[in-house]
């Protein structure tokens, strides 16, 4: 069975600029979650989807959104990158409580 | 006071060993929790989960869950070196599904 999958790896953007990170979650998974890891700060959750909506939010400015395609895959938008945006984000996906993760995209914002 | 709290170690064990990691929650509306592995540049494995108090055993892991004293550990069995990584506690709100992990505890085995 394949694993969520992540795309890019890394990416590398200058401040002002917009980020489109991309999540394929686990077939038969139908929520996917978003979360940012940045250094020194630990997991944080951001967002997530289920069904095509956006079913909880965690405590980040609007300018990370996303969304959830009609086949359950995601994509996450940062707008007006800033410096402290660098972080790792990770996708998880579940069918049940229990969440699996991606390997993540590396975003460096200079 | 942080809303989930571990011991960020390191805490080192010899090959063999039992390693204990332990994890205080906050939220008492915590209802599933979660132990993930995550070494060093990669993204965290889900290795454990435990809903109701007790212990529940998988293989050489051990999640222990005390909801009244808002405690839940990880016992690690037989310690291999290639368990040597970052252990984080994660509760789960129901339906909320949000996790909110804790900062881990960096295990290492040692040969």
């Known amino acids: 069975e394949a694993g969520v999958t992540q795309s890019p790896t890394h990416l590398i953007k200058t401040r002002g600029q917009q980020a489109t990170l991309r999540c394929s979650p686990i077939s038969g998974h139908t929520s996917v979650y978003w979360y940012q890891q940045a250094l020194g700060l630990g997991l944080q959750f951001l967002l997530w989807y289920d069904e095509g909506e956006e079913r909880n939010r965690g405590n980040f400015p609007p300018r990370f959104s996303g969304r959830q395609f009609p086949n359950y895959s995601s994509e996450l938008n940062v707008n007006a990158l800033e410096l402290e945006d660098s972080a790792l984000y990770l996708c998880?996906?579940?069918?049940?409580?229990?969440?699996?993760f991606g390997p993540g995209t590396r975003l460096t914002v200079l | 006071q942080k809303e989930v709290e571990q011991n960020s170690g390191p805490l080192s064990v010899p090959e063999g060993a039992i390693a204990s990691l332990n994890c205080t929650y906050s939220d008492r509306g915590s209802q599933s929790f979660f132990w993930y592995r995550q070494y060093s540049g990669k993204s965290p494995e889900l290795i454990m989960f435990i809903y109701s108090n007790g212990d529940k055993e998988d293989g050489r892991f051990t999640a222990q869950l005390n909801k009244a004293s808002q405690y839940v550990s990880l016992l690690i069995r037989d310690s291999q070196p290639s368990d040597s990584a970052t252990y984080l506690c994660a509760p789960s709100s129901g339906s909320a599904r949000q996790l909110t992990f804790g900062s881990g505890t960096q295990l290492t085995v040692l040969p």
């Open positions: 998880a996906s579940s069918w049940t409580p229990e969440q699996f």
